[in-house]
């Protein structure tokens, strides 16, 4: 029930085809105090969390709505989300966002909607196995609280998001088409949020008609690596973002106000098939895991997770506190050095690009900066192959969405699933 899977969900109920949703996640109210308790120090529950439930892994995100995609389908997925609860402004800026405080309540009025036009939604309940018979699908094993059970289905989307690493596994015992896809890992960076104003605003920042700044950076080095930044969260914060025990993953969130203390970004470094090692589609996701629970293990083990301040990784000594920038994430940092927690050639990559960056945007390599490990989940590290009518080489599979390799971002992901759902009502 990410946005690949509510658009899905929604365009097909409005065609009054009656789908069923199937969430392995709670309901977006639930599943926020089951995040929540986590980042106080709680549990970790490792089938509601901030990759898995209602509203999918943007739902703790900074809810951009901006895409690189040109799809008439764009301006639909705006529209619709305004009329479930987002800001009219959506409409109309450049870079519209929504936060995550906002998305919560959408996610919630959009599957309401669902329900209303017919649709049957299904929380805590995962897919365990497609049922095919001569290559197409004639119906889903589904293990939920009542149970194991079978569900007929003649079609199926696929929409279950980046990190849904059992589900890559199922569909590939199975026989579905699937192969390496490039991705990126690297580490969250943080700074203050005036620091970012001021390098980016000069005399003007401070000025009431100015949120809070942001910024895009990248660089390519020599030997064909590139460094970016990735999902930048103006006055947010780092998060917690595991999906499986005994790993440390990072990504970050801001509120529609965007008013925290601290500004943050992905700093990321491209990853491509040939650097995973392993054999088959879903070494990727290995290499993931590898690096997780190395940032598990140096954290601790209590999900804290590594850090660093930017002046000592580039002169390669382990940080022992924090100076000016104080780091957000929750349940807490143990301070150290991320260089047991990434690839050599990533952390190289990185220590090259600082400079680099910050002649781009002054103060980005400030000694004070915070780096926070691991951020392993810009994009899947597989894709589920489909025609062009959207099906995978077992019929009636429709690969969709982020985790399936189709889109990047809750833009392009909504697109995706009201695409995949074209397909389906095109062949009803």
Request: glycine share 14%; aromatic share 6%.
């Amino acid at each position: 029930m990410g946005p690949a899977g509510l658009f899905a969900a929604l365009t097909l109920a409005r065609a009054g085809l009656n789908p069923v949703v199937v969430e392995r996640g709670k309901c977006v109210q639930e599943r926020d105090q089951d995040v929540n308790a986590f980042w106080r120090g709680g549990p970790f529950n490792p089938e509601s969390n901030v990759q898995f439930g209602e509203g999918g892994a943007g739902t703790f995100s900074d809810g951009k709505l901006n895409s690189g995609i040109k799809d008439r389908r764009c301006r639909a997925v705006l529209e619709e989300m305004h009329r479930a609860g987002a800001p009219e402004s959506i409409l109309w800026q450049a870079k519209p966002h929504v936060g995550t405080d906002h998305l919560k309540a959408m996610v919630k009025n959009l599957r309401e909607e669902i329900i209303a036009l017919g649709g049957d939604v299904r929380f805590q309940t995962r897919l365990t196995a497609l049922v095919v018979e001569d290559g197409a699908v004639t119906g889903a094993r589904l293990a939920g609280p009542e149970g194991e059970y079978a569900l007929p289905a003649n079609a199926v989307i696929l929409a279950v998001g980046h990190s849904a690493r059992d589900t890559f596994e199922m569909v590939h015992g199975m026989g579905a088409a699937m192969s390496r896809k490039p991705f990126a890992i690297g580490a969250r960076i943080e700074h203050r949020q005036d620091a970012i104003n001021r390098a980016q605003y000069g005399p003007a920042a401070g000025h009431p008609a100015l949120g809070a700044a942001d910024y895009k950076l990248a660089v390519h080095l020599e030997g064909g690596r590139s460094v970016y930044t990735f999902c930048m969260c103006p006055g947010g914060q780092v998060v917690a973002a595991a999906s499986e025990a005994g790993g440390v993953v990072v990504n970050g969130m801001s509120l529609y106000a965007r008013d925290g203390e601290n500004a943050n970004s992905a700093l990321l470094v491209n990853v491509l098939p040939e650097d995973f090692g392993g054999e088959g589609p879903l070494a990727g996701v290995e290499f993931q895991r590898r690096w997780e629970r190395a940032a598990f293990e140096a954290g601790g083990g209590d999900y804290s997770a590594p850090a660093q301040r930017v002046g000592d990784f580039l002169k390669k000594r382990d940080s022992t506190g924090p100076g000016r920038v104080k780091p957000s994430y929750r349940p807490g940092v143990k301070w150290g050095s991320l260089d047991g927690c990434l690839p050599g050639f990533v952390t190289d990559s990185m220590r090259k690009a600082l400079p680099l960056l910050d002649k781009k945007l002054h103060g980005f390599a400030d000694p004070d900066a915070v780096l926070t490990g691991v951020e392993t989940r810009s994009s899947s590290p597989v894709r589920i192959e489909r025609d062009d009518g959207c099906q995978s080489n077992i019929r009636g599979l429709y690969p969709c969405g982020e985790g399936a390799g189709y889109a990047g971002g809750i833009m392009s992901a909504a697109v995706d699933g009201i695409r995949c759902a074209e397909a389906i009502i095109d062949e009803s």
